[in-house]
């Protein structure tokens, strides 16, 4: 199901860019490097009735709490008269850690999320006659395809217990965005930086939806702080 929807949002997204194909002039294609935060509020919620139980048996301590992380990904760019589309994959991931140990053993809780972000990424330049430097303003609507996984160990001596669970996410988000270009001929440097706002979220296990009470379902809150630096190089004369 989830490349099934993946595959309507790309075949969407790509219509009007094949319709009016021949109008680009400046094709690019460039590789992507993010720095980003997320907020994961109903998966920490989940987190947090195993940290207590856990913590009923040890004091366990958080050394991880979702940091900023990077995220790295690629994306094909048409621009025309100062109008640029585009799609984009990224790959996201972030976590939390707690844990406790002696001379006994150790017991922590790992949590884990990764996701898997295509976007099609519209944007106007503020200064499309700039030869240099240019500035956009834009618009991107991603779809998220994810996992989120707790797992929770036990070290006695030599052995070791290890339990896992994992919930897979699907959420779109849309996110509005200031770009910088700096050109070098057929080379171009760049810098994004924007806020992503989650919609339509659902979180799921292997016996259907996820609850965090009896009528709320558990939502892919990964909403968050967005930035990013990319080389893009013009590929136009390629396709010719």
Excluded: C
Excluded at 19 to 46: C, E, I, P, W
Excluded at 49 to 58: F, P
Excluded at 214 to 230: H, L, Y
Aim: glycine fraction near 10%.
């Amino acid at each position: 199901m989830k490349r099934q929807i993946a595959g309507v949002f790309l075949i969407l997204f790509l219509i009007p860019i094949m319709a009016y194909g021949q109008r680009f002039t400046d094709v690019r294609a460039g590789l992507h490097l993010g720095y980003n935060s997320y907020q994961m509020g109903d998966f920490k919620y989940l987190e947090s009735g195993i940290v207590s139980d856990l913590q009923n048996l040890v004091p366990l301590k958080q050394l991880q709490n979702y940091p900023m992380r990077g995220s790295l990904g690629a994306s094909i760019n048409f621009i025309h008269r100062g109008l640029e589309n585009g799609i984009k994959y990224m790959f996201h991931s972030s976590g939390s850690r707690h844990h406790y140990g002696d001379y006994s053993g150790e017991i922590g809780l790992d949590a884990i999320m990764t996701s898997h972000a295509i976007s099609g990424e519209t944007s106007y330049g503020l200064n499309s006659s700039a030869k240099v430097w240019r500035m956009f303003l834009g618009l991107a609507a991603t779809n998220h395809f994810g996992t989120y996984r707790l797992e929770d160990f036990l070290v006695l001596e030599q052995s070791m217990t290890k339990n896992s669970n994992k919930l897979r996410f699907h959420t779109f988000s849309i996110e509005p965005f200031i770009k910088i270009h700096r050109e070098f001929g057929q080379h171009i440097a760049l810098f994004k930086i924007g806020y992503d706002f989650h919609f339509f979220s659902s979180v799921n296990h292997n016996e259907g939806p996820v609850f965090i009470s009896s009528n709320n379902k558990a939502k892919a809150e990964i909403t968050g702080f967005r930035a990013e630096i990319g080389y893009q190089i013009r590929i136009d004369d390629w396709l010719k």
